[in-house]
């Protein structure tokens, strides 16, 4: 039987998708489907002072309308992967940014709602000006609810033994997910229990919240996710839209559907959130640093608490000494940040990178050769081995296959007519991040598999992935395996974030798929018909639908005939697979590796910038489906991309508001911006996990910024450390 991972399989959802059968939460519908439209604040701080929803609550269609006066008392939610939930809405008068829920109102249809919303009048005190500024010094500087600090060695002493010090301020924008498929919630309560459609990465932990916030049993609440129109991390939160659906629906005694629209998107689902870090480092004259110091100083909500782990890859980056990272934030009026694909990385790599190129110039030194001198071959941290580290491989190999050996040294002396070229470079290393997960396996008469998991595919493949997983561990041809997902009365599952799901669901798939095997062989463990009477899980091998004895294939027989001898119909098993644990551990748990090198041209003229190639290294253990992973990173590029040079959700510095909150007005890349993207895969199994997947969802886009900021100040000697490199940034 050929192999089933690693192979570049077609996704199995994909003509569901294409044929538009693939149900999204915007597709449910119930009988008597009421719909809401939510009444979004207009100042960024201060309070209400007054609601009059008489004219709305005329309007033909409207079944109420729903205000802080009017609202019940909720309960904050409970802590998740990134801190608790946005606080529940409509609980007191005041404005905490501009785009705030401050009413929403339930109709009989979408038409109905978003006529009588608008009709809704409120007046507001608006107090102080709103804190939007970085440099505000109302706004106090605050450490990170969760310390991330990285302490070692002694900075101060390594800057005072270095031959060349580098110091400087990088700055990233605020940038918005902004996944095509709007978020939607649908919500039906039958009695005591209530079933929730939604757009989300995490159906358990969208069950426990909405339990928690309700004050009702988690077994009260059903969430079905079985598709997300995109998410890249504005999925792992329970957003306040989803409570307002869910008590909405309660208030009226009709299922309701709330779907955002795309303004709402920009303040209503999170978001990346702007940064300032200051890098000093220093190095020997041969290369070896000595000495790095990250603090990065990041926005947050008045409201919301949120982390956003920006300089503590600098720590595990490169091999170093003396290392001191630090996070920090600055509480101001603007809508709750999330988690954006390559959370806190994409920001701190960027200033990292930035400045580990600025050093090699400063050195005389090519940036690929300052890397490979101070490639971390142990854990910088922890001094342990590395469970596996291909990022060596990854420069060497990367750097071949992008001719980096014709770089010219020299910035502004690589040139195409009116076009200077220049190549950057940047590496990543990604943070392990693996968690507990289970998943339930049954094999039925007809000698079928069906596989499940409370997880959710955001677009990443993982429906494919574990039906390839399922089907190799079984012994099973893809056909003849069903997975299914997104919902939460299914076995626990994590979220689909961190770059934690592929491994973390795939060792439980492996898990439930090994025990289902080691049932089948219990069953006939005294059966004197069968050949495989005795035999342990190490004895047998699994292959066409059948097992069989490791020395004798022959030896064997079907699931579907020790199903029919015995009587049964089928058996069923659930399992749970655990990360391992780092006590006592003799090697370092390692996330993924890359090396990202990007040939960019700028217009002499105009200042026009545009990537001409890109090559991405990638070390993310073993590869589960190279087709899909290419994908991944393919769709991460042009996201590093975006953040490079286009994307900035720009506020309005005097009302809060946000002023591109379109697609006309946000920039994101199109086909025209995207380069022809070489993407190959190094390393090997990580030997710490049975299936030794090691995760890539965030690694395709982190590094692209920085190796952008590198190219272009090779192709024209200017040093721009805030993204995006604008027109106006460059000339």
């Known amino acids: 039987m050929t192999a089933l991972i690693g192979s570049g399989v077609d996704r199995v959802d994909g003509p569901a998708k294409v044929r538009g059968a693939a149900p999204y939460p915007t597709d449910v519908t119930y009988p008597e489907l009421a719909h809401a439209a939510l009444v979004r604040s207009t100042i960024a701080s201060g309070r209400v002072i007054a609601i009059d929803d008489h004219d709305a609550r005329a309007t033909a269609g409207v079944l109420t309308v729903i205000t802080h006066e009017t609202a019940p008392t909720l309960t904050p939610a409970p802590f998740g992967l990134l801190g608790p939930a946005p606080p529940p809405p409509l609980q007191d008068d005041r404005i905490h940014h501009h785009g705030q829920y401050v009413a929403v109102v339930v109709a009989a249809t979408a038409h109905e709602a978003d006529v009588a919303a608008r009709l809704v009048k409120v007046e507001y005190e608006g107090g102080d000006p709103p804190l939007l500024d970085f440099d505000d010094p109302r706004s106090a500087l605050e450490a990170t609810p969760w310390d991330t600090a990285t302490r070692r060695g002694d900075v101060e002493a390594g800057l005072a033994e270095a031959d060349v010090i580098h110091e400087a301020t990088y700055t990233t924008a605020d940038n918005t997910n902004n996944p095509l498929g709007l978020f939607a919630t649908v919500a039906a309560w039958e009695g005591d229990i209530v079933t929730v459609h939604d757009a989300t990465q995490w159906p358990a932990y969208t069950q426990a919240t909405i339990a928690e916030v309700f004050g009702i049993e988690p077994a009260a609440v059903h969430v079905r996710s079985p598709y997300v129109g995109g998410a890249f991390g504005a999925g792992l939160f329970v957003w306040q839209h989803v409570i307002l659906a869910v008590l909405a629906a309660r208030a009226v005694g009709r299922p309701v559907k709330l779907v955002l ?167 990543i290393s990604w943070s392990w991040w693996q968690v507990r997960c289970q998943a339930r396996a049954t094999i039925t008469r007809d000698g079928r598999a069906h596989v499940c998991s409370a997880a959710s595919d955001p677009g990443t493949g993982t429906r494919t992935v574990m039906r390839q997983v399922a089907g190799e561990r079984l012994g099973l041809p893809l056909n003849d395996v069903r997975f299914e997902l997104g919902d939460s009365e299914m076995p626990w599952a994590p979220a689909s974030g961190g770059s934690s799901l592929t491994a973390s669901l795939g060792n439980a798939v492996h898990a439930a798929c090994e025990a289902l095997v080691r049932r089948f062989l219990d069953v006939v463990a005294d ?110 590029t042009i996201g590093g991309i975006g953040q490079a040079l286009l994307e900035e959700t720009i506020t309005d510095p005097g009302t809060g508001r946000i002023t591109n909150a379109t697609f006309g007005d946000y920039l994101i890349p199109v086909n025209a911006d995207t380069p022809d993207i070489d993407v190959f895969f190094v390393g090997r199994p990580d030997p710490l996990t049975p299936l030794g997947a090691k995760g890539l969802g965030e690694i395709g886009l982190v590094g692209i910024a920085a190796a952008i900021a590198n190219g272009v100040h090779h192709a024209t000697g200017r040093r721009i450390r805030s993204i995006p490199i604008t027109l106006d940034r460059l000339l």
Not at 560 to 567: E, N, V
Not at 588 to 615: H, N, Y
């Open 261 to 427: 629209t795309r303004p709402q998107m920009f303040t209503g689902v999170g978001h990346r959130p702007s940064s300032v870090q200051s890098i000093r480092m220093g190095a020997r004259r041969d290369g070896e640093l000595v000495a790095i110091e990250h603090v990065s100083t990041n926005s947050a909500s008045i409201k919301h608490v949120s982390i956003e782990p920006i300089s503590g890859a600098t720590a595990r980056s490169y091999a170093c000494a003396n290392v001191a990272t630090t996070d920090q934030q600055r509480r101001l009026n603007i809508p709750f940040p999330g988690s954006m694909r390559g959370p806190g990385h994409a920001q701190g790599n960027f200033a990292l990178e930035s400045a580990i190129d600025e050093l090699a110039y400063a050195l005389g030194l090519d940036p690929l050769e300052l890397r490979l001198r101070n490639f971390a071959a142990v854990h910088p941290q922890s001094g342990l081995p590395w469970s596996s580290n291909a990022l060596g491989e990854c420069y060497t190999v990367g750097a071949e296959r992008f001719r980096w050996s014709r770089r010219d040294p020299e910035p502004g002396s690589m040139r195409e007519g009116h076009w200077k070229i220049g190549y950057g470079l940047a590496a």
């Open 527 to 636: 059966d004197d018909r069968s050949p495989l009477r005795g035999c342990s899980l190490d004895d047998v091998c699994v292959a066409e639908g059948r097992i069989h004895c490791r020395d004798d294939p022959s030896d064997g027989e079907h699931y579907t005939d020790i199903l029919a001898r015995h009587g049964l119909n089928e058996l069923t098993v659930d399992a749970e697979a655990t990360p391992p644990s780092q006590e006592n551990a003799e090697l370092a748990r390692s996330g993924p590796f890359a090396a990202k090198f990007v040939e960019v041209r700028v217009d002499e003229d105009l200042g026009l910038i545009r990537v001409a190639r890109i090559t991405t290294a990638i070390d993310a253990g073993r590869i589960l489906n190279e087709k899909t992973a290419r994908s991944q990173i393919v769709g991460g």
